[in-house]
C-alpha cells in the first residue's frame, strides 16, 4: 500500500528544519548505501550524527508520530531516527530495494524495514525532476509532492529518483519497522479503522455494530501484532 500523507510539517516548521539543515556539512549519500544500491545513487546526505540531523530529524518524528493517517497506516513499532538528503542538477538515484535492516549506531536503533518514508523538503515549483518513482503490481507510482507531505510505501518496493533537471529537491526519508509486519493484513486494518471512524461520525462511538467492529479490529491486531 502507498499512501500520501498530507500535511505532516507546517509551512512554518518545513522553514525551520530547513533553516537547520541547509547550512549544515552534506556528504555523499553513498554512506548509507548498500553495495548494489552504491552503484547507483548520485546525491548527498547530512551525516546522520550531524548535530542538525539529529535536532531535524526528532522534529519530522515527533510530527509524524502527531499524524493519525501515519499512525494509523504504519502501526509504527519502531522510527528509524530520520535522515536528509538532497539532489542536485544531475543528481539521482537509480533502481533499488532498501536494505532489509538497519542498524543506528548512535542511538543502538536496530529496524526491520517494512516501510520506506519521504518527506518532502521543497516546494515542487522550486525543481524540475526529482519523482519518486515506486513500482508495485500495480504499475509505476512518481511522487512528486508538496513541501512538509510524506508518502509512505513498502520498502519491499523496486524504487528510483528521477535525475533533477533544475533546482535542487531536499527530503527527510526514514523507515519504520511495523507491529504488523505483512502489508496486506495492514492495509486491510487501516481501511477497517477508516471505515470505522466514517460510520461513528455519522452514528455515533456507542452504535453495537460500531462497538463490535471496533472490537474487531482491536482482536486482529492483538493476533498479528508483533512488540
Ligand atoms: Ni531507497
Not at 467492529?213 to 498479528?224: C, F, I, S, V
Amino acid at each position: 500500500m502507498m499512501l500520501q500523507v498530507p500535511g505532516v510539517l507546517t509551512p512554518a516548521e518545513v522553514a525551520h528544519v530547513r533553516g537547520l539543515i541547509d547550512a549544515a556539512a552534506w556528504v555523499d549519500g553513498k554512506a548509507t548505501a548498500g553495495a548494489q544500491s552504491g552503484l547507483v545513487k548520485r546525491n548527498r546526505q547530512l551525516p546522520q550524527d550531524a548535530p542538525a540531523a539529529r535536532d531535524a530529524g526528532i522534529l519530522v518524528r515527533d510530527a509524524v508520530r502527531r499524524s493519525p493517517l501515519f499512525m494509523s497506516a504504519a502501526l509504527p513499532h519502531t522510527v528509524f531516527p530520520p535522515l536528509f538528503n538532497r539532489y542536485e542538477v544531475g543528481e539521482t538515484f537509480g533502481d533499488h530495494i532498501d536494505n532489509a535492516l538497519r542498524f543506528h549506531a548512535d542511538t543502538g536503533v536496530r529496524i526491520r524495514t517494512d516501510l520506506s518514508a519521504t518527506l518532502f523538503l521543497t516546494d515542487p515549483g522550486d525543481y524540475d525532476g526529482g519523482e519518486l518513482v515506486v513500482e508495485d503490481t500495480y504499475g509505476l507510482h512518481e511522487v512528486k509532492l508538496a513541501a512538509g507531505d510524506l508518502i509512505l510505501y513498502p520498502a519491499s518496493s523496486l524504487h528510483r529518483v528521477r535525475p533533477v533537471t533544475r533546482g535542487a529537491r531536499t527530503a527527510s526519508f526514514f523507515w519504520v519497522q511495523s507491529l504488523v509486519r505483512e502489508d496486506a493484513r495492514r492495509a486491510l486494518l487501516f481501511d477497517m479503522d477508516l471505515a470505522i471512524q466514517c460510520l461513528a461520525e455519522s452514528a455515533g462511538q456507542d452504535e453495537p455494530a460500531i462497538v463490535s467492529l471496533t472490537g474487531a479490529y482491536h482482536n486482529l491486531l492483538r493476533m498479528w501484532a508483533e512488540l
